[in-house]
């Protein structure tokens, strides 16, 4: 070992001597070789590094592969010591590359392994039931059923792992991973919206008479697939609250990296100038700030934009309404059962939250109703509240068995919302019943 070291030694040394070798009319740089087969097998060590096995699903935790990458780093810097080289080029043409989903070669980077595997794998895994979104943790943690084979969820989804993945892949990777995760949300909007105008004559109807409750008892059952319209704003739930964190990792690492640049940035999101403030949000959405309406949810939405657009602002009000009236639903489901440890409902209904408040407010945004968005949310919440409220005098333990789950998810749509205050809420339903939501399900869990 120690000759071959020698030898190595001898060989980079060499290198210094000789700049360039003339051989007829070619002229060969050693240097410039060791560059390019330095930057090649960097590029090919980091990929396989994250052990991505497509079969199996498995892939390394991005903190333990960020390890991994420091200390291949710190080995290839001894080469300075040799070679009159600058070895931060080649980590620089390296992992520049590897924020793209591909290189200049055409092969996979560690941007696109991850983005399909959060987006194909752990997030079809938290749809298929025993993963959840815990507000406490701030992660997705695994309630893995007893006997079945552990999948910790958590060890992928935590802040530390996620801050690892920004610093792997910085700011282009992350927003390749949100362009991702956008394409998914507008094709379950697509299918909301072909929901919306199956059930249209009947959301319309409930939509003028909803302070009627024997009626809207009426028109709900003529309603069609309202499990479908639940389940579709669930998933789109999870994809945000999963790109809410994975945001909020973003601005950590860049908070630490760039902190003069970022507070500029958030001065800038504060103070806008009159004019287009979309761009603004563009802007700070890509360094990891939320903003009240997200840009890359508008733009996704515009791409998929009809060409009515008084076509466009209905269905949006009846998806709202579809919504509303179809959140009592979930009282009767086994599965919607709130934990208070992890802040969470066991199927994810908590997760609607995020869905109704983000996606309604880009719903409007790109539909030119932007300044009618409060106005157009109270509608809603008068909906869920009346069709909740009705639930109290229901005598059925199947239509109730989870009813103060469902109060408390009301409260968290109020909660997360930009545009919607407690006045509001109180106004239609009373904080009483919230209250004792929280007490029953606190006292259910000791």
């Known amino acids: 070992m120690d000759k071959l070291h020698m030898a190595l030694t001898e060989l980079c040394f060499a290198i210094n001597y000789c700049s360039q070798i003339q051989v007829w009319e070619y002229t ?4 410039e070789y060791l560059y390019q087969h330095l930057e090649q097998r960097f590029a090919r060590a980091l990929v396989g590094m994250v052990m991505h096995n497509p079969d199996t699903n498995e892939i390394a935790k991005p903190s333990e592969l960020l390890a991994s990458v420091k200390t291949y780093m710190s080995v290839l810097q001894t080469v300075e010591n040799y070679v009159h080289i600058d070895i931060t080029r080649v980590f ?3 992992l520049l590359q590897q924020t793209q989903l591909q290189d200049s070669h055409g092969e996979k980077t560690i ?13 079809r895994r938290v749809s298929a039931g025993h993963i959840v979104f815990s507000e406490n943790q701030r992660a997705f943690v695994s309630l893995t059923a007893e006997g079945a084979q552990p999948f910790a969820a958590e060890e992928f989804s935590d802040i530390n792992e996620l801050r690892a993945l920004a610093e792997l892949i910085g700011p282009y990777g992350m927003k390749a991973l949100n362009e991702n995760l956008m394409w998914h949300i507008a ?3 697509q299918e909301l919206k072909k929901l919306v105008i199956l059930n249209k004559e009947v959301l319309l109807s409930m939509r003028t008479n909803f302070d009627k409750p024997d009626q809207m008892k009426e028109l709900f059952k003529k309603l069609q697939q309202v499990d479908s319209v639940l389940s579709r704003m669930q998933i789109i739930g999870v994809i945000l609250c999963f790109r809410q964190l994975a945001q909020e990792a973003l601005a950590d690492i860049l908070d630490n990296r760039i902190p003069f640049l970022m507070s500029s940035i958030a001065d800038f999101k504060h103070h806008v100038p009159n004019g287009d403030t979309m761009l603004v949000n563009e802007m700070s959405s890509a360094a990891g700030h939320p903003c009240e309406v997200d840009p890359a949810l508008v ?3 515009r791409s998929h934009k009809n060409e009515v657009p008084d076509e466009e602002f209905i269905i949006t009000c009846l998806l709202m309404v579809f919504v509303a009236v179809s959140i009592p639903k979930l009282a009767r489901m086994d599965n919607t059962v ?4 992890y802040g969470a409902h066991a199927n994810n209904s908590h997760c609607l939250a995020q869905a109704v408040n983000t996606l309604f407010a880009a719903l409007f945004t790109y539909v030119g109703e932007r300044k009618t968005l409060r106005r157009g949310l109270i509608l809603p919440l008068q909906l869920a509240s009346s069709s909740l409220l009705r639930l109290g005098r229901e005598n059925d333990k199947d239509v109730i068995k989870n009813r103060d789950a469902t109060y408390i ?3 968290q749509i109020v909660v997360q919302s930009p545009f919607l205050t407690m006045d509001l809420l109180e106004a239609c339903f009373p ?3 919230i209250r004792n939501a929280y007490h029953t399900v606190h006292k259910a869990e000791q």
């Open 28 to 31: 060969f740089a050693p240097r």
């Open 92 to 94: 620089n043409n390296v």
């Open 111 to 123: 941007t696109a392994h991850y983005n399909t595997w959060y987006s194909e794998i752990l997030l």
């Open 187 to 189: 094709n379950q909007v």
């Open 299 to 301: 733009n996704v939405l």
């Open 338 to 341: 709130y934990k208070p440890a």
């Open 409 to 411: 998810l009301l409260h």
């Open 431 to 433: 904080y009483a019943l």
